[in-house]
């Protein structure tokens, strides 16, 4: 048996998840204390952002614009070096970090609701708004019809996250493209690259 330190019930070890950390083996609270406080910190996100969201805007966009308007451009630096590689062959910015089922990176934004948790967002909404501005990311939202706006990977690669291997487009134009095989897309060398990420794939290939 063993205490909870949240409800401060007297319970059996499996209703205790397992944590080797724990001099017992077992997490301090119990799997229903857990999921309560999971829910609120959730809730408590939502209604955050629900409250900076724009008009039309899904939280998880606001999420995306909540971090890039508060990121300087060296701490983006910094970012997106922990957490990226540099391909030179196929020009890929890989994310390394977590991933979603589908390869598209995942980074949680801190969120300063009043549980101070954080909301899932895509890695490569992230980038495509550092450099094409949040007015260029689409507002798409949960429900998808065929002209709702996306980002679509030139490169094929879901974990890429160069903004140059983005474009916008459809919904339709993205479920049409998705095993279709396509011309790589131009090397940087040959588009009109900003010198701002110019430097970051050269602080790649020398790291």
Sequence with gaps: MKKCCGCKQILTFDCFGVNPAQPSG?????????????????????????????????????????????????????????????????QCV??????????HGN??????????????????????????????????????????LVLDHLCQNPSCVNPYHLQVITHSENSQLAHVDRMPPPRLKELDVDDEFRGIVRGMVSA
């Design 26 to 90: 077992y997490a301090g609270e119990c799997k229903e204390c857990r999921r309560n406080r999971k829910k609120a910190i959730d809730a408590s996100v939502s209604a955050w952002l629900a409250d900076y969201a724009l008009e039309g805007e899904s939280l998880k966009r606001a999420a995306v614009r909540f971090f890039v308007e508060n990121l300087s451009q060296e701490d983006y630096l910094i970012w997106i070096n922990k957490w990226c590689s540099f391909d030179e062959q196929t």
């Design 94 to 103: 890989n994310w390394e970090g977590t991933k979603a089922h589908a390869g």
């Design 107 to 148: 980074f949680n934004v801190p969120i300063p609701s009043e549980w101070r948790g954080t909301k899932t967002t895509s890695t490569h909404h992230i980038t495509w708004a550092m450099h094409h501005g949040i007015d260029a990311l689409p507002m798409a939202g949960q429900k998808m019809t065929p002209d709702t």
